[in-house]
Structure formats: structure tokens, C-alpha cells
């Protein structure tokens, strides 16, 4: 299992940014896929975006399509969420996750993950 450590989270007005990091305890090269997802209040988790490890494609949902973009920096075993034009309803708990099979914006698809950062929006 790796470790996973979001930071980054904190409270922006309506269209600021933040960019999230998730910093890997082992290669990130290790694990197929990595992406974020995000778990507002009362909803379910939910797929925001995911990376590729091995050529670096990306899958965003379509909530933060133009919005939002994922990265990675191997030689540093982190993940990036870089997110502009922040809405409220973005507001949520956001988790880091690594996944050894298909890279999709799905949960199911993941294996190890951290124990999130929170994101608030306000209007």
C-alpha cells in the first residue's frame, strides 16, 4: 500500500484558484492511474480527474472540464489539482487516490487512498 497526503485544501471566494498536492510515500510510477475525487456533504464520492502515470493522459469529469487540471511531477512523487474559476459548488472534501487498473474518473477503479482535503467556495 502507499501512503497518500493531500494538502492544499482552504476557503476561496466564487473564481479563485487553489491547486491541491498529493504527495506519494513511493514512486507514483508504481501505480497506473492517479486522480482526484471529491465527497461533498450527503452526496457520494465522486470522480473529479485522473492521470496516467505511465504517459502523463488525463480524464476530467465534466463538472470541472476547462476548470480544473491534473499533473504530475515524478521525480517529487506528487500529484497535482490545479483548480480555477472555483464555483461553490465545488465545496467538498477532496482525496487523492492510486489505482494499479483502468484510469477512469470512477472509485471502484482505485485501491489506496488519502485522507482528503477540504475545499470550501464561497459565493
Known amino acids: 500500500q502507499v501512503q497518500l497526503v493531500e494538502s492544499g485544501g482552504g476557503s476561496v471566494q466564487a473564481g479563485g484558484s487553489l491547486r491541491l498536492s498529493c504527495a506519494a510515500s513511493?514512486?507514483?510510477?508504481?501505480?497506473?492511474?492517479m486522480g482526484w475525487f471529491r465527497q461533498a456533504p450527503g452526496k457520494e464520492r465522486e470522480g473529479v480527474a485522473v492521470?496516467?502515470?505511465?504517459?502523463?493522459?488525463?480524464v476530467y469529469a465534466h463538472s470541472v472540464k476547462g476548470r480544473f487540471t491534473i499533473s504530475q511531477d515524478n521525480a517529487k512523487n506528487t500529484v497535482y489539482l490545479q483548480m480555477n474559476s472555483l464555483k461553490p459548488e465545488d465545496t467538498a472534501m477532496y482525496y487523492c487516490?492510486?489505482?494499479?487498473?483502468?484510469?477512469?474518473?470512477?472509485?471502484?477503479?482505485?485501491?489506496?487512498w488519502g485522507q482528503g482535503t477540504q475545499v470550501s467556495v464561497s459565493s
Open positions: 513511493g514512486s507514483t510510477a508504481r501505480w497506473r492511474c
Open positions: 487516490a492510486a489505482g494499479a487498473g483502468f484510469c477512469g474518473v470512477v472509485t471502484d477503479f482505485f485501491d489506496s
Open positions: 492521470i496516467y502515470t505511465g504517459g502523463g493522459s488525463t
